[in-house]
């Protein structure tokens, strides 16, 4: 089944230890997003990529930063993790910025700063 | 993107229908309701959406009202496995896609 899959689903660093997270889709979708969801709050937009269009949230910290080498994988890297950026982090993709364009999620990598 | 309200929590017994509602009284003309869930500790999955007619699919049906402030989710039968965090999201047709959450209404479904 074609889908959006998240490696690992935990993830556990250290304080101030670079950190990277993969997302993968089979979905062939043009548009790929990344999400912060901390606990017990609704998931907020980091940025998204539309191909290799890279658009940043105007409210994400610089700590966070993203690849997309193809159209299948898009990377998380967060630079200096610190102890608030403990959370799920989710990717999204959408075939395209097309107006009633339905975003699809992964099941999401819970990350653990200690 | 317009603002949402929806109840924090609600409980459906098993096997009934639950109706999970939401207002959006700023709507403008050119938005989207979108619904999607989370179950715990999984992505958020997409259920439906609608502009102002009301739609169905093989998830829920959604009901907007006439003039467009609020609308209704609803689950013709509800399961165990509905158990889950619902948002209603309203969408620009054109411009930003970012899906902007509210807290969401966790829905409870009861044996």
């Known amino acids: 089944d074609a889908m959006v899959i998240q490696n690992p689903r935990y993830q556990v660093t250290q304080f101030g230890k670079p950190v990277t997270l993969s997302c993968s889709q089979t979905l062939n979708h043009n548009v790929m997003y990344w999400y912060q969801q901390k606990s017990s709050q609704a998931p907020k937009l980091l940025f998204h990529y539309y191909d290799k269009d890279f658009n940043n949230e105007a409210d994400t910290p610089d700590n966070f930063q993203s690849r997309r080498p193809n159209t299948s994988f898009c990377f998380l890297d967060i630079r200096s993790p610190g102890l608030g950026d403990a959370a799920m982090y989710l990717c999204a993709t959408s075939r395209d910025l097309a107006p009633g364009e339905t975003q699809y999620f992964g099941p999401g990598t819970r990350l653990l700063v200690l | 993107d317009a603002k949402t309200t929806q109840p924090t929590s609600m409980d459906c017994a098993e096997g009934r229908a639950a109706n999970l509602p939401c207002n959006h009284s700023t709507i403008s003309g050119n938005e989207y309701v979108y619904w999607y869930r989370q179950i715990h500790s999984q992505g958020p999955q997409y259920i439906i959406h609608g502009l102002k007619n009301n739609e169905t699919n093989e998830m829920a049906s959604l009901i907007i009202t006439e003039d467009r402030k609020s609308s209704t989710l609803i689950l013709p039968h509800a399961t165990l496995r509905d158990t889950a965090v619902y948002y209603c999201?309203?969408?620009?047709?054109?411009?930003?896609?970012?899906?902007?959450f509210g807290q969401g209404t966790r829905l409870t479904i009861n044996p």
């Open positions: 999201i309203v969408r620009l047709i054109q411009g930003a896609q970012k899906l902007v």
